[in-house]
């Protein structure tokens, strides 16, 4: 995509969690988890149909067990820029068990790294100072048509699945109930996990842009609703509404500054009421558990606004009566997309 195009048609930055994006012979967690040839093919030509339908230039990729694969099949669909910050986990032999995050740009990456915490950040935050991702979150700086360098987060916070080492647990409970009980602790240890890593990973955000100032887009796997109270400190969305009505000698400019507002509620500003798509679905019910935040430059009601959220759209063909085996091997998430422009 040539920068005349990039200028005209806007710039456009997805999420995609792929579903155990893992090349065959390997395998995922069990020993009988590989994709038959034909699967991965399938897989690989639904990624690549969305990618040639809806053009994004920066993509952030959550469940990514074969780095090399993505990068050779990303490349002829114009991403030269492939990154991941860490190797994905083996479990034993073929056997791996914990994907990584890697962020894919048409456009020069100037630096990448993890996100990780210092001891004394964690002490603060009254967690382990040994403390350390489920998955490491990836930061890349990109240099971006229109706007300049831009820092970009992928994260896939840790899952709602029940994690618990139930023989830590002394009890004289029968089997049955300490089961129930460990399924119960079980959520709420991973709960506090996916907040410690949200405290962590915005104390990482706001000391980089602190230091270099450049806007920021954290996208990813949140593993929950952004309303709920263990993510509440990545957004800003409802204090924003409540800062904008203050008097202006009484705001807080750091509020405006390092919040980052969710692009779903950015794109509203322009397009009024709308209904938002689930990104995810299981038992039958539908959540929003992937997002895209974005720093004050994308935000028209503050005075650093540079562009505008014109598109916002969540990716779920796939996801209702697929009609072809490729559409049947491609993820259980649903891409979300969205398209920024230079303000007027």
């Given amino acids: 995509m ?11 930055i997805a999420t995609i969690n792929l579903l155990n994006f893992i090349e065959p012979p390997l395998a995922c967690y069990e020993s009988d988890n590989i994709y038959s040839h034909a699967q991965w093919q399938a897989k690989c030509a639904w990624l690549a149909c969305y990618i040639k339908r809806l053009k994004p230039d920066v993509i952030a990729f959550q ?37 990584v995050n890697a962020i894919a740009s048409r456009f020069p990456v100037i630096d990448c790294a993890p996100v990780v915490a210092s001891g004394d950040v964690s002490r ?14 990836v930061w890349c ?17 840790k899952s ?4 618990l080492d139930t023989d830590l647990l002394e009890s004289e409970l029968d089997d049955a109930t300490l089961h129930t009980l460990s399924r119960q602790l079980g959520r709420a240890s991973s709960a506090l996990m996916r907040g410690a890593e949200a405290a962590v990973l915005m104390h990482e955000i706001v000391a980089r842009r602190s230091r270099d100032g450049f806007p920021v887009a954290l996208l990813g796997d949140f593993n929950d609703l952004l309303s709920a109270a263990v993510l509440d400190v990545l957004h800003v969305d409802d204090d924003i509404d409540a800062w904008l009505t203050q008097a202006a000698d009484r705001r807080d400019p ?11 509620n950015l794109h509203r500003l322009h397009a009024g009421e709308i209904e938002r798509t689930p990104t995810h679905y299981w038992g039958g019910r539908g959540s929003v558990l992937d997002y895209i935040l974005l720093s004050s430059e994308f935000d028209p009601r503050s005075a650093s606004s540079t562009m505008d959220v014109t598109e916002f759209r969540v990716c779920d063909r796939h996801m209702f009566g697929p009609e072809s085996v490729m559409e049947k091997e491609s993820s259980d998430h649903a891409p979300v997309q969205v398209t920024l422009i230079p303000r007027d």
């Fill in 254 to 264: 750091g509020l405006d500054r390092f919040g980052l507002r969710d692009s779903f």
């Fill in 124 to 137: 603060a935050l009254g967690i382990d100072a040994g403390f350390q991702f489920s998955r490491s979150p």
């Fill in 141 to 157: 700086r990109i240099d971006m048509p229109l706007m300049g360098p831009c820092d970009f987060y992928c994260v896939h916070l």
């Fill in 63 to 99: 469940e990514v067990f074969s780095p090399s694969a993505l990068t050779l099949l990303l490349e002829p669909l114009g991403f030269k820029w492939v990154k991941v910050v860490e190797e994905p986990g083996l479990l034993q032999d073929y056997i791996y068990n914990r994907p």
């Fill in 2 to 12: 040539s920068s005349l195009d990039t200028g005209s048609q806007g710039l456009r």
């Fill in 160 to 163: 709602k699945r029940p994690s």
